[in-house]
Nanobody
Framework: QLQLVESGGGLVQPGGSLRLSCATS???????????IGWFRQAPGKEREGVSC????????NYLDSVKGRFTISRDNAKNIVYLQMNNLKFDDTGVYYC???????????????????WGQGTQVTVIS
């Protein structure tokens, strides 16, 4: 199973920025560009929600309405890394952020970020004044 590792989380004030990274770890048969990648988050006491996802090629991306215009997902397939640039962070953006992967990117092309098979361990993002 694909092994993923997230990094880049931390403490930030409202209005600040963070860039999360998702990379593979260990030995994997397929490079990261074989997978659509999604970013999800889970706040304390809340269900996990899809924040953004990107197709294998990087040509298609979807966003949660509340992060549109503030977050940007991108991928560097040569480096096997997917990024989530988060600007103008708000208190409600606090949570554990997970990246997830799936070889089927049809859902991304269809505008959904719901169903991913391989998950990382998460990185904490805390927006605090």
């Amino acid at each position: 199973q694909l092994q993923l590792v997230e990094s880049g989380g931390g403490l930030v004030q409202p209005g600040g920025s963070l860039r999360l990274s998702c990379a593979t770890s260990g030995f994997n048969l397929d490079p990261l560009d074989a997978y659509a990648i999604g970013w999800f988050r889970q706040a304390p006491g809340k269900e996990r929600e899809g924040v953004s996802c990107i197709s294998r090629s990087g040509d298609y991306a979807n966003y949660l309405d509340s992060v549109k215009g503030r977050f940007t997902i991108s991928r560097d397939n040569a480096k096997n890394i997917v990024y989530l640039q988060m600007n103008n962070l708000k208190f409600d953006d606090t949570g554990v952020y997970y990246c997830a992967a799936d070889m089927d990117d049809a859902q991304v092309l269809a505008g959904s970020c719901a169903d991913f098979g391989s998950w990382g361990q998460g990185t904490q993002v805390t927006v605090i004044s």
